[in-house]
């Protein structure tokens, strides 16, 4: 079965710094979802990646899905406190009727 | 409704005891996903529904725990004879179907005492 391996799991950054967060998946991606999620609510959908290659942005955040189709990376640049939160990658794994699976996450904090 | 209802937001219960937890999907939305969420484990599926058959049932647990959806909307998930390895966050999400995110609920803080 597909796992998902996110690093660091655990981050903290000084406001205004970057930082990228990595997703390596053990086999193929066929979709790679970015999540992010704070203590005590559900998951916010960031951006889909599907194409080996593609690059996305949404405000201050870029992730990007490899060439190979087994990692992907999600870049923040000058973090701010509301970046802070956890951040999931969930994987599609080409199979039809089957559910993403997701990587343990990587925990976001941002000092000021 | 607008985003995916889930109830009750928190719930503590006595070990044995069964429990319910519904979800509420976005109107339109065919598909319907739980997941468990327990510290430092990640989101573990559960349970997928396409309309109101379940064609993956694979994650869960035990035979303990159990889900239906009516009518194409409305799940349940139950749990009976609640142990304390239950504690957890349950969270539903459902999609259009096919490719595509997913929109997940606020989710259920169980904890079984």
């Known amino acids: 079965s597909q796992e998902l391996e996110q690093s660091p799991q655990s981050l903290i950054v000084q406001e205004g710094k970057n930082l990228t967060i990595n997703c390596t998946s053990s086999k193929t991606l066929y979709g790679l979802y970015w999540y992010k999620q704070k203590y005590g609510e559900g998951l916010i959908f960031l951006m889909m990646?599907?194409?080996?290659?593609e690059e996305k942005s949404h405000e201050k955040i870029t992730a990007k899905l490899d060439e190979k189709k087994q990692q992907s990376s999600l870049h923040i640049t000058a973090s701010q406190p509301s970046h802070a939160g956890i951040y999931l990658c969930g994987a599609d794994g080409g199979q039809a009727g089957t559910a993403l699976i997701f990587g343990k996450g990587t925990t976001l904090s941002v000092s000021s | 409704g607008a985003g995916v209802s889930q109830s009750p937001s928190n719930k503590v219960t006595e070990k044995g005891k069964d429990v319910e937890l519904r979800c509420d999907p976005i109107s339109g939305h065919t598909a319907l996903y739980w997941y468990r969420q327990s510290l430092g484990q990640g989101l573990e599926f559960l349970i997928y529904?396409?309309?109101?058959?379940?064609?993956?049932k694979s994650g869960l647990p035990s035979d303990r725990f159990s889900a239906e959806r009516t009518g194409g909307s409305v799940s349940t998930l139950t749990i009976q004879r609640t142990q304390q390895e239950d504690s957890a966050v349950y969270l539903c999400?459902?999609?259009?179907?096919?490719?595509?995110?997913?929109?997940f609920g606020s989710g259920t803080r169980l904890t079984v005492v």
């Open positions: 999400a459902s999609s259009l179907g096919g490719v595509g995110g997913y929109t």
């Open positions: 529904f396409q309309g109101n058959s379940a064609p993956d």
């Open positions: 990646l599907q194409k080996g290659g």
